[in-house]
């Protein structure tokens, strides 16, 4: 049996959590209203006590002590709970704690600053795809990752010091050799098993290939270059694999990134904490 046959049973995959499910939803509508999404998260206690604990955390608090989960949601942003609320929900799902080799704060720090960065580029790279897709498919590009890490720790423990010794071997050929599968599909395998909306399946599926060509491509090949960019030291003067795009938006959206630089690594923190 391969290795995406035995994540393929619905006893091995993990569940997503209902209340992540419903705080996506009530979230990305058009116009979300705040006390829907409050009462959304509200159904989760320990979430509710989690994102007003966050809400008064140095690096967010103001002078008041913020006591009330709308109160929490306007300070910290609309954008930030919804992605806060769902990774704190998959953090329960996952167990990385068997995987010394596996940093979770980086992990979550990748992941923010990829969905950041997707998108702004989004409305230049991918006109005709919703922005939000490229917002939540960079926070989820890499979520096979996570599977791979929980499923399969001490394996995956092997492939990460590996590739943490030479950088420049794939990550995802090492996983190959030693699972028969890379974060790429255990990713698509487990969004697709989770019924999320089929762009981001595409996207975590498919934004460590390049050149891929299929459904989604636009949205795909942002969220890889994003990543890459980052990874890059976000260099404007790096323009391939972004058509037509100029320098100086690229300047723009690099700028706003940077600016965005201590809050991401500050919510990585977080996460990372649990």
Not at 39 to 46: L, M, S, W, Y
Not at 62 to 74: C, D, F, N, S
Not at 178 to 189: I, K, M, P
């Amino acid at each position: 049996m391969t290795t995406l046959e035995q994540l393929g049973g619905r006893e091995t995959l993990p569940a997503l959590p209902y209340a992540a499910h419903e705080i996506l939803v009530a979230t990305s509508s058009e116009e979300p209203d705040i006390s829907d999404v409050a009462a959304t998260i509200a159904r989760e206690p320990g979430l509710t006590a989690r994102i007003v604990a966050i809400a008064n955390h140095a690096f967010f608090k103001r002078q008041e002590t913020v006591y009330g989960l709308e109160q929490a949601i306007l300070r910290i942003g609309l954008n930030r709970v919804r992605v806060l609320a769902t990774s704190l929900l998959l953090n329960q799902v996952f167990d990385a704690s068997a995987c010394p080799a596996f940093q979770l704060e980086r992990y979550w720090h990748d992941a923010l600053a990829t969905g950041f960065c997707a998108a702004r580029l989004a409305p230049h790279t991918a006109p005709g795809e919703d922005q939000e897709a490229a917002y939540l498919g960079g926070v989820l590009h890499s979520i096979g990752l996570l599977l791979l890490v929980h499923t399969f720790p001490h394996t995956m423990n092997r492939v990460l010091a590996e590739h943490e010794a030479d950088p420049e071997r794939s990550l995802a050929a090492l996983s190959y050799a030693a699972l028969g599968c890379e974060h790429g599909e255990a990713g698509e395998l487990l969004l697709r098993e989770w019924e999320v909306p089929e762009a981001i399946a595409v996207i975590a599926g498919h934004a460590h290939q390049p050149g891929y060509r299929g459904e989604h491509a636009a949205l795909v090949e942002t969220v890889r270059f994003a990543h890459e960019w980052l990874q890059q030291g976000l260099d404007p003067q790096r323009t391939e694999g972004v058509p037509d795009l100029p320098a100086p938006t690229l300047e723009r959206i690099a700028r706003a990134c940077e600016a965005e630089r201590e809050s991401l690594a500050a919510f990585a923190q977080l996460l990372a904490e649990g």
